[in-house]
């Protein structure tokens, strides 16, 4: 069941490719999928509705999770909030929580998005914070092509603990279940980080040395299928 990634996705041009927002959002603990999650969402009401998620500590006490989610759209405009807390079991007494702000619009041929997330005592530990910012764009190129560009940021108020990511990519439409692309990122770390630059669904995440600077060129192709089994 998804979890943070029922927003990380919310504008993620590169989703389960290089260059994925999860690289960075997902970095500092909260989980992009759980198990064993009680999961509830409201019915749509004007384009707006909400979900619920909670995940309980499994024979650890205070281990518990839970997140709030909520959507709204309008015609052409998306907007996201989230909020999560991560109990934490460490000698730590503070717990591990976050919060999530994204939007997307599209028109004509365009598209552009972002989103901002503020993650408070990470691990549990007190004034141990992160934020992280992302922008992105794509433009349709005749019919069935589209150029894609998405730039990432996550600050910590560690010393030497930021870190940029940098995306560029070309799909193709080459039928109507089948996407052909090229995608190119890059990973600028600061001197006591080494997020991934492949860390989400593309092959083996390959970590960096702590200060490294991972690049990753992609070529792959997609196909979407669905089968009915009744």
Request: aromatic share 14%; charged share 15%.
């Amino acid at each position: 069941m998804p979890f943070l990634d029922q927003w990380v996705n919310d504008y993620n041009l590169f989703a389960d490719q290089v260059g994925d927002l999860g690289n960075l959002w997902e970095a500092s603990g909260i989980l992009g999928r759980s198990d064993n999650v009680i999961y509830y969402m409201s019915p749509d009401f004007s384009g707006f509705n909400i979900a619920a998620t909670y995940v309980p500590d499994e024979r650890v006490q205070n281990a518990e999770y839970y997140l709030i989610k909520s959507n709204y759209t309008h015609e052409n405009l998306t907007l996201g909030f989230a909020y999560t807390h991560l109990g934490e079991v460490l000698e730590y007494n503070n717990e591990h929580t976050g919060y999530a702000l994204t939007a997307g619009y599209s028109f004509d041929n365009f598209s552009i998005g972002g989103g901002y997330q503020k993650e408070s005592d990470i691990g549990g530990i007190s004034n141990n914070d992160r934020a992280s910012f992302s922008l992105g764009a794509s433009i349709k190129i005749g019919q069935n092509g589209k150029i894609k560009l998405q730039f990432a940021t996550s600050t910590s108020d560690n010393n030497k603990a930021d870190a940029y990511q940098f995306a560029i990519g070309y799909d193709y439409n080459l039928a109507k279940n089948t996407v052909i692309y090229v995608a190119y990122a890059n990973m600028n770390n600061e001197q006591n980080v080494n997020f991934s630059v492949n860390g989400k669904g593309h092959g083996d995440k390959v970590v960096p040395l702590s200060g490294n600077d991972p690049s990753a060129l992609s070529l792959g192709i997609i196909y979407h299928f669905s089968h009915d089994l009744m």
